[in-house]
């Protein structure tokens, strides 16, 4: 107990160990509902009968291309020298990211289609929450994020979420060796 009081924020080690207990069970929840969310989208993309512009689909990869360098960038290389480091060339760099930007823009699509098609609405009440949530996650005021975060593409995002949460709540989900309907 004095070691666990000396070393973190708990009193005793039952409190550290329940703490402990209840994050590995928050991780695992989280994973599970990931593992859902990722089968959900499989699904939708799988139904998903449109043809989509290739201009949708280069987007993503350029948007994919600009948050890679962005990162790159932090860890103090460039994109030049990871191309040079990795031996790749720009078309294969680019080509890696094809199929996740399908999919991406595939399953944007059809949840759009979903907050049309049920009429999945955003309340005002939903926006400030979000805006709440990336100034707490940001560390900054709500005007600022305001100022930087359009509204309705804020509006869109959300409605989006909504109506995979919406298609969560309808999916039926079952465990490996189940079959399903």
Avoid: H
Avoid at 138 to 156: C, F, G, H, R, T
């Amino acid at each position: 107990d004095e070691l666990i009081k000396d070393c973190s924020d708990f009193d005793t080690v039952d409190e550290f160990k329940a703490d402990a207990k209840k994050r590995l069970e928050e991780q695992r929840n989280a994973a599970a509902d990931r593992e859902v969310d990722d089968k959900v989208a499989e699904g939708l993309i799988k139904c998903m009968k449109a043809d989509i512009p290739e201009a949708m689909i280069e987007n993503t990869i350029n948007d994919r291309i600009q948050d890679f360098a962005y990162r790159l960038q932090s860890q103090g290389l460039s994109l030049d020298m990871y191309m040079q480091y990795t031996g790749m060339d720009i078309a294969a760099f680019r080509e890696s990211f094809r199929e996740q930007a399908e999919k991406q823009v595939k399953l944007r699509l059809a949840l759009e289609y979903v907050v049309k098609a049920d009429k999945i609405s955003v309340s005002d009440e939903d926006l400030e929450a979000e805006y709440g949530k990336f100034a707490e996650q940001y560390n900054m005021e709500v005007e600022q994020v305001k100022a930087a975060i359009p509204a309705d593409a804020l509006k869109e995002d959300i409605a989006v979420e909504k109506a995979m949460k919406f298609i969560r709540s309808k999916a039926t989900i079952t465990t490996e060796g189940e079959s399903a309907e």
